[in-house]
C-alpha cells in the first residue's frame, strides 16, 4: 500500500460522516486547492486530505506518545434550519467553553488510551505526534421552539476538523473534516459537567482514530474500505 493511500485509510475509519437531510454546509476545507496534497475520493468523510511526503512512514509507524492540543472553537458557526433567525442561546461562554474543551480531552485521551495503544502526554515537547482539532459548526435540524416542543433535546449534527502533525518539523501529515449526527444536539446550547451527548460524539471520534492509528500501524486486524486519491488542481486549472 502506497503511502498516501495508506494515510487516507486511518482518517478513512477515523471519520465516519453523518447522513443528514439538511442542505451542504458552506465552507473552505483545509488545504483545499493545494497540489501538494491529495484529496480522497469515494471515501465516508466529507473531505480528507493527506500530505504527499514519503518521508513520514518511519515517523508514523512509531507514534505512541500523542499531544491533544486543545479544541478550538474560536471559529464554530451555528447553522441553523432554513428560515429560521440567529439565536443568541447557542453562544459558547468562557465557562462553557472551559467545559467543552476539558470534555474532549478527557473523551480522547480514554480512546487513545484504550488497551494502551497509545500515551496521551501532556507536554508537546514529549509527543511523537499531535492531534488538533477544531469545531466548525453545529447543525440543528429545528428550531430551538420546536426542540423543546418535542421534549427539548433535539436532533442535529457537529461538523468537525482534525490534523494530525508531526511536531519536530510542524508538518501537517493529513487534514479531515467530518460531520457526525446526536439525537441530543441541545447538548452544545445548555453546556455542563454530566455525561451527555457532547461527550458520546467525541468517545466516537477517538475510537474510530485510535482504530485507525493501529490498523496503519499494522497492530490491529481490520480492512478499511478502499478509498481512491487524486491530486488536487493547482488554483485556476481544471
Same mark, same amino acid.
Given at each position: 500500500m502506497t503511502q498516501p493511500r495508506l494515510f487516507a485509510a486511518l482518517f478513512l475509519a477515523a471519520t465516519v460522516a453523518a447522513c443528514s437531510t439538511q442542505d451542504t454546509v458552506s465552507y473552505t476545507a +483545509?488545504?483545499?486547492?493545494? +497540489?501538494?496534497?491529495?484529496?480522497?475520493?469515494?471515501?465516508?468523510?466529507?473531505?480528507?486530505?493527506?500530505?504527499?511526503?514519503?518521508?513520514?512512514?518511519e515517523w508514523f509507524d512509531g507514534i505512541r506518545r500523542v499531544y491533544i492540543a486543545p479544541l478550538n472553537l474560536s471559529r464554530m458557526q451555528i447553522i441553523q434550519p432554513h428560515g429560521v433567525e440567529d439565536d443568541e442561546e447557542w453562544e459558547i461562554d468562557d465557562i462553557e467553553q472551559t467545559v467543552v474543551v476539558k470534555t474532549f480531552l478527557n473523551e480522547m485521551t480514554v480512546a487513545l488510551e484504550a488497551d494502551q495503544a497509545f500515551h496521551v502526554v501532556t507536554n508537546r515537547e514529549h509527543a511523537q505526534a499531535v492531534l488538533a482539532a477544531r469545531v466548525i459548526a453545529v447543525h440543528p435540524y429545528r428550531s430551538r421552539t420546536q426542540a423543546q416542543a418535542e421534549g427539548g433535546r433535539g436532533k442535529g449534527a457537529v461538523t468537525m476538523s482534525f490534523a494530525l502533525v508531526? +511536531?519536530?518539523?510542524?508538518?501537517?501529515v493529513i487534514r479531515a473534516i467530518d460531520t457526525k449526527s446526536t439525537d441530543d444536539i441541545s447538548?452544545?446550547?445548555?453546556?455542563?459537567?454530566?455525561?451527555?451527548?457532547?461527550?458520546?460524539?467525541?468517545?466516537?471520534?477517538?475510537h474510530q482514530l485510535r482504530r485507525s492509528l493501529l490498523f496503519v500501524q499494522g497492530r490491529l486486524d481490520a480492512v478499511p474500505t478502499p478509498i481512491l486519491l487524486k491530486r488536487q488542481p493547482q488554483e485556476g486549472v481544471l
Open positions: +483545509p488545504e483545499q486547492g493545494d +497540489p501538494e496534497f491529495f484529496k480522497a475520493r469515494d471515501s465516508m468523510a466529507d473531505e480528507v486530505y493527506v500530505a504527499d511526503d514519503m518521508s513520514k512512514r508531526d +511536531p519536530s518539523d510542524s508538518t501537517v447538548a452544545l446550547e445548555f453546556i455542563r459537567e454530566d455525561r451527555d451527548a457532547i461527550d458520546v460524539l467525541f468517545e466516537s471520534w477517538g
